[in-house]
């Protein structure tokens, strides 16, 4: 962004924009919106693929009758407009300027149409005027020719509101336009404009402005407003004005009229004010409160809420921001570059992989499933704060359960697994240890698992012996690499498997550095030297291929047990979506166990 980019509007004057044929979208804007709204495309942000298409006809002196500007509200259709209706009347300082995409600002026709008294610029609010009168009007007008400048511009904005017979009206000068006439048409609802005015427009659609465009944009002005707020402010301020720059700057406005006075003069713009501003919980602290959930510390996350509610913070806002959270750590699980979001600190997207690097996507997704049940729960409650707590209970107590893959797992591990204690603050998501089990299953202690441990990996130890593939993959998970512990279970067919050597087969899809990484990390993991080599034909199911089995065979035996049989028969839609581990034999559960859980849609986590 050049430095111009902010400079003030010389004309510009408090107030004017609102008067006369100004548009509705002008009501909004407040006065650093006003005062740093772009005169040229230069200093518009956020639209270079337009701007690019623009000046390439304009070059080529193949300008359009017709402009469609399309875009959600406050994105700046407005101020586009009027840049091009200033591009095409320019003539340039010295008066003998041609049609521009870069308009002087100097000229007779850029300063009437910056201050909206250019007789042959007319703007035009659809909203407020709809009928075929009204567009009778300009199709009258339009037949004369400009008085002063070089084309006679319609600017009509929200223009799907006008009715049928006027569209009708103007679809005639549409399709044999005048020479000397243009139409600028800008609207929030292009799918309500007819594809016959449609197909005769060049259309735009205006995007919403990237994050970090927008905050080094609110960086620069807030710089020349003399103050200096703190980068997470702008980031909050951004991810609240959801790309539009107008209403960003609105809320820069009101955070710089908050904000304490420095000695030297300075305004301070500080994350916290920000934050109290636009009523936000504090990000960091909603962090903490999922964290705890998902540690299953329900004291602990009962405890956060409570101090954050004694601070202020509203629960349906809390509530809202953990949504956002569980839905961000989803994406940043799936989607690496959802790291990206330019509107956060990095320390919150440090700890934000960290803890999507340890749940597991079905426990993510059913966090969010909860927590928008919580939501809407706490919207209806008349105490929402109690609300709040009761799902925050469900959510803790539910990160303690184990997830279905999980059960599988263990029930697919011929071999004990290494049963090694969870790393601290894993809380239920970790595969070992049944401390986290809920009450009620007394019958996994001194289970053959637990009689033929191998030694744990510990420092003291020279090596690690592993005597299953399965332990290979546990292995990466409790060292947390999961892209490989994905990829074994994924993309492995295993032929055979030895302490020291692996053969498998690798599926279609195996990255083609899978061997290599896996004896890398098993020899870093193990102490041992390991040899992996690679057949073209044969070898077992791959463990997802074998788990998907597994988890059809295991709902088919849940069905089949008589009092499962009779849930389904007094719950015809009901689902199995979680077999919680009991005991050895799970498929026959005890009579009444409360942890063999049926559910319906109403009533899944549960
Ligand atoms: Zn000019």
Known sequence: MSDDAVTPDPQEEPGLALEGGAMREESAYRVLARKYRPQTFDDLIGQDAMVRTLRNAFDAGRIAHAFMLTGVRGIGKTTTARI??????????DGNGGPTISPCGTCEHCTAIAESRSVDVLEMDAASRTGIDDVREIIEGARYTPVSARYKIYIIDEVHMLSKAAFNGLLKTL?????????????????????????????????????????EYLQAIAEKEGAAPERGALGLIARAAEGSARDALSLLDQALAHGAKAEDGTTLVAEDEVRDMLG?????????????????????????????????????????????????????????????????????????????????????????????????????????????EMGIIRLAYAA?????????????????????????????????????????????????????????????????????????????????????????????????FEMGRIEFRPAPRAPGDLAGRLKT???????????????????????????????????????????????????????????????????????????????DDDDEDL
């Open 280 to 388: 936000l919980a504090d990000r960091a602290r909603v962090l903490d409160l999922l964290n705890l959930v998902m540690e299953g510390d329900t004291a602990g996350a009962l405890k956060e809420l409570g101090d954050q509610y004694e601070r202020g913070a509203d629960p349906i806002v809390v509530l809202n921001d953990l949504l956002d959270l569980a839905h961000w750590l989803t994406r940043l699980k799936i989607v690496p570059e959802a790291d990206d979001d330019a509107t956060l600190p990095p320390e919150e997207i440090g700890r934000g992989k960290e803890m999507a690097d340890r749940l597991p996507i079905n426990v993510l997704t059913r966090t969010w499933q909860m927590l928008l049940k919580t939501l809407k729960e706490a919207k209806d409650a008349p105490r929402p704060l109690a609300a709040a």
């Open 400 to 496: 303690k359960l184990k997830t279905p893959d999980e059960v599988i797992r263990m029930l697919e591990t011929d071999a004990p697994l290494p049963d090694m204690p969870d790393p601290p603050g894993t809380g239920g998501s970790g595969s070992g240890g049944g401390s986290n089990t809920p009450s009620g299953s007394g019958a996994r202690s001194g289970g053959p698992r637990a009689a033929a441990k191998p030694q744990p990996v510990a420092e003291a130890q020279s090596m690690v012996m592993l005597r299953t593939y399965k332990e290979v993959v546990a292995l990466a998970e409790q060292h947390r690499d999961i892209r490989l512990k994905t990829e074994l279970e994924d993309y492995v067919h295993l032929i055979s």
């Open 521 to 599: 990390q098993l020899e870093g993991w193990t102490g041992a030297s390991w040899a992996i080599s690679i057949a073209k034909e044969g070898g077992a199911p791959t463990i997802r291929e074998a788990r998907e089995d597994e988890w059809a065979k295991a709902v088919t035996a849940a069905k089949n047990d008589p009092l499962v049989a009779a849930a389904f028969e007094a719950f015809p839609d009901a689902q199995v979506v979680d077999i919680f581990e009991a005991q050895d034999d799970f498929t026959s559960p005890a009579p009444g166990n409360p942890e063999f859980a049926l559910g």
């Open 175 to 215: 399709e044999e336009p005048p020479a000397h006439v243009k139409f600028i048409f800008a609207t929030t609802e292009i799918r309500k404009v007819p594809v016959t005015v449609l197909s005769r427009c060049q259309r735009f659609d205006l995007k919403r402005i990237e994050a970090e465009a927008l905050i």
């Open 84 to 93: 091009i209706a200033r591009g095409l009347n320019c003539i340039g300082p």
